[in-house]
Nanobody, 121 residues
């Protein structure tokens, strides 16, 4: 079993920056892809960014050039640096990880509980 815990959310003014962290713990052999998703109030959840085990990244168009996803494989952590924040970035941000366990077959998928990001105008 794996736990993912996000941190770093909060209230920030438009144009400001915030750095989200997600720590994975448990019986982890390795982690393949890691993701950040967000769900604005009253809207569906959308993929924000993805990063592979070797560091390849992909971004949604609405954050490209403003957000940066990164990871630390030794610490089993993924980060999301959020710059030039806009009110429309307000959402619950959650991380997802595709995990390979010690002595387990296949890839197991885990979600964090999410952290609230509120951008004021």
């Amino acid at each position: 079993q794996v736990q993912l815990v996000e941190s770093g959310g909060g209230l920030v003014q438009a144009g400001g920056s915030l750095r989200l962290s997600c720590a994975a713990s448990g019986s982890i052999r390795s982690i393949n892809d890691m993701y950040w998703y967000r769900q604005p109030p009253g809207k569906q959840r959308k993929l924000v960014a993805r990063i592979t085990s070797d560091g390849t990244t992909n971004y949604a168009d609405f954050v490209k050039g403003r957000f940066t996803i990164s990871r630390d494989n030794a610490k089993n952590m993924v980060y999301l640096q959020m710059n030039s924040l806009k009110p429309e970035d307000t959402a619950v941000y959650s991380c997802h990880a595709d995990v390979v366990h010690n002595g387990r077959v296949g890839v197991w998928n885990y979600w964090g509980q999410g952290t609230q990001v509120t951008v004021s105008s």
